[in-house]
């Protein structure tokens, strides 16, 4: 496994870099052991700087990353927190994870659809300017190239809570159309099917 350990904002010392080694080791061989790559990052957070945050994202497959976040004073103290959190993911998906690493590892080109994703600029405040010369379309901000995989429901529920992320498109497994999960705000996930799949 590649690994990325940097801060930002603070000195990452050498007996920090060697724990985060060990402990990431130690879980990718417990519970997957074909982790890709893994990027912990540390950084300062509050006003006055005093806790630190570990980030940490580990890619486990073709497209399915596991993602936590801590924060703490101690910069040992919140990795470990953060490593917790991963180590329960993947607890808890383990043995969906190798099932779907050896699909997604045989799984044909077909099977995928590229997209663009944009990062829209937040809408600014309204002033007196006219409409006519601020033009109707949003202000694009950020344009990456994404890969709508086709999946199960279970599957998409599995990499969107590995993921962090609030919402996620794929193509559904049982008949081809392009659905969408999402975080609900009562703590469920929503899922959008639209009608005339499978007729």
């Known amino acids: 496994m590649e690994l990325n350990v940097h801060g930002k904002q603070i000195d990452v010392g050498d ?6 080694e060990d402990k990431l080791a130690d879980l990718n061989e417990k ?3 074909h982790a890709a790559f893994a990027t912990v990052t540390f950084s300062k957070e509050g006003h006055g700087k005093a806790e630190t945050r570990a980030h940490i994202l580990i890619q486990l497959g073709k497209n399915v990353m596991v993602v936590a976040d801590a924060t703490d004073h101690d910069p040992y103290a919140s990795f470990e927190a953060a490593a917790t959190k991963v180590g329960k993911q993947m607890r808890r998906y383990k043995k969906k994870l190798r099932d779907h690493h050896d699909r997604m590892e045989h799984t044909p080109d077909e099977e995928i659809i590229t ?6 600029a937040a809408a600014p405040e309204q002033d007196d300017t006219p409409e006519e ?3 109707d379309e949003p202000l694009i901000v950020a344009e990456m190239t994404q890969e709508i995989t086709k999946m199960s429901v279970s599957d998409a529920v599995m990499r969107l809570d590995l993921s962090g992320e609030n919402a996620m498109l794929f193509r559904n497994a049982s008949h081809g159309g392009i659905n969408m999960i999402y975080r609900r705000d009562d703590g469920n996930i929503g899922w959008v099917d639209p009608e005339g799949h499978g007729k």
């Open 15 to 20: 007996a920090l870099r060697t724990h985060v």
């Open 31 to 33: 519970y997957f052991n």
């Open 115 to 120: 997209a663009r994703d944009y990062v829209l």
């Open 133 to 135: 010369e601020t033009g």
